[in-house]
């Protein structure tokens, strides 16, 4: 059974920095695509950043020079350095294993960054 569990959330003011895991469990880690998402109040799913199963990354015009996407294959999970948050980085993020159409979901994890 395949799990992603992400964990880091809470509440920041802006300028503060948080950073989140995503532990998996239950495939073969390395081998996946990882990517975050976010979902704003109210707002559509956003895709932040990915790191691909050769360690490539992608981000977001919103988030680039801010957020850092990184995965640790030993580890089997994959962490998301967020810098410099601003309000408008506020919301729930989740990660996402991909492969060849197969998608596995964390839980979500919220992040809250005050004015």
């Known amino acids: 059974q395949v799990q992603l569990v992400e964990s880091g959330g809470g509440l920041v003011q802006a300028g503060g920095s948080l950073r989140l895991s995503c532990a998996a469990s239950?495939?073969?880690?390395?081998?996946?695509?990882m990517r975050w998402y976010r979902q704003a109040p109210g707002k559509e799913l956003e895709l932040v950043a990915v790191?691909?199963?050769?360690?490539?990354?992608n981000y977001a015009d919103s988030v680039k020079g801010r957020f850092t996407n990184s995965r640790d294959n030993a580890a089997n999970t994959v962490y998301l350095q967020m810098n410099s948050l601003k309000p408008e980085d506020t919301a729930v993020y989740y990660c996402?294993?991909?492969?060849?159409?197969?998608?596995?979901w964390g839980q979500g994890t919220q992040v809250i960054v005050s004015s």
């Open positions: 996402k294993a991909a492969k060849w159409g197969y998608n596995y």
């Open positions: 790191v691909s199963d050769d360690g490539g990354t």
């Open positions: 239950g495939l073969t880690f390395g081998s996946y695509a």
